[in-house]
């Protein structure tokens, strides 16, 4: 049971135009949800992060959208630049509860290969 | 951004060989360390978690006797996949969490290629 899934498996978009990056979770438990990028044989790299008590965050060109009712959280890059291109990883966690043998363990979703293209 | 390393970033060994992998967080505190693999085109599985001082947590699957992991202190956690076959190759990524915090932060991963 995959309970964190990000459905495009891949995305084509133009510089200068936004990147909207999808992704749904099944647990309503988890409460907090981090974006990862990653490059091929690299680790992935922190983008942001957001609790359940809010509905956005923003850091630079980043936005990352929460819907809790739907479950849906969604990352914006404005404006997409050719560099952004990489695999993002949405993950989910649960704040202060043991989840899958430790606290903290992050969830990840199978990722959205994300192609800007100049 | 807190930044960790991985050591070494690939290694190629016969099989049957038992292979060290060492993560180390470089500026700050570690208590819990993560590891994951990752196979071509997949996600990242959880193998373990490891906390300062204690043994460490494995996932459904992973055997404990297989990839030892050792997590001696607060800035450095080992991953010895012992007596490695072919189909131990992968991409193994380790993470950090600071003391407190909720974000991971990865090394650059090692490349694993057993002969």
């Known amino acids: 049971d995959q309970q964190v899934k990000q459905n495009s498996p891949s995305l084509s978009v133009q510089e200068g135009r936004i990147s909207i990056l999808n992704c749904d979770y099944t647990?309503?438990?988890?409460?907090?949800f981090l974006w990862y990028k990653k490059y091929p044989a690299e680790g992935p790299t922190f983008l942001i992060s957001?609790?359940?008590?809010?509905d956005k965050n923003e850091d630079g060109r980043f936005t990352v959208f929460l819907n809790k009712s739907a479950k849906h959280l969604s990352l914006h890059i404005v404006p997409s630049q050719p560099g952004d291109s990489a695999v993002y990883f949405c993950?989910?966690?649960?704040?202060?509860?043991?989840?899958?043998?430790?606290?903290?363990?992050?969830?990840f979703g199978k990722g959205t290969k994300l192609s800007v293209k100049p | 951004g807190a930044v960790v390393s991985q050591h070494p970033s690939w290694v190629i060994c016969k099989s049957g060989t038992s292979v060290k992998i060492e993560c180390r967080s470089l500026?700050?505190?570690?208590?819990?360390m993560f590891w994951y693999r990752q196979f071509p085109k997949q996600s990242l599985m959880l193998m373990a978690t490891?906390?300062?001082?204690?043994?460490?947590?494995?996932e459904q699957g992973v055997e404990k006797d297989k990839f030892l992991i050792n997590h001696a202190s607060l800035t450095l956690s080992t991953l010895t996949v012992t007596s490695a076959h072919p189909e131990d190759s992968s991409f193994y990524i380790c993470?950090?969490?600071?003391?407190?915090?909720?974000?991971?932060?990865f090394g650059p991963g090692t490349r694993l290629l057993v002969l």
């Open positions: 993470s950090a969490v600071n003391r407190g915090r909720l974000t991971q932060y």
């Open positions: 647990n309503s438990m988890f409460d907090y």
């Open positions: 957001i609790s359940s008590i809010k």
């Open positions: 993950a989910a966690s649960r704040i202060g509860m043991n989840y899958g043998g430790s606290q903290g363990n992050l969830i």
């Open positions: 500026d700050f505190q570690a208590t819990t």
């Open positions: 490891s906390n300062e001082g204690s043994k460490a947590t494995y």
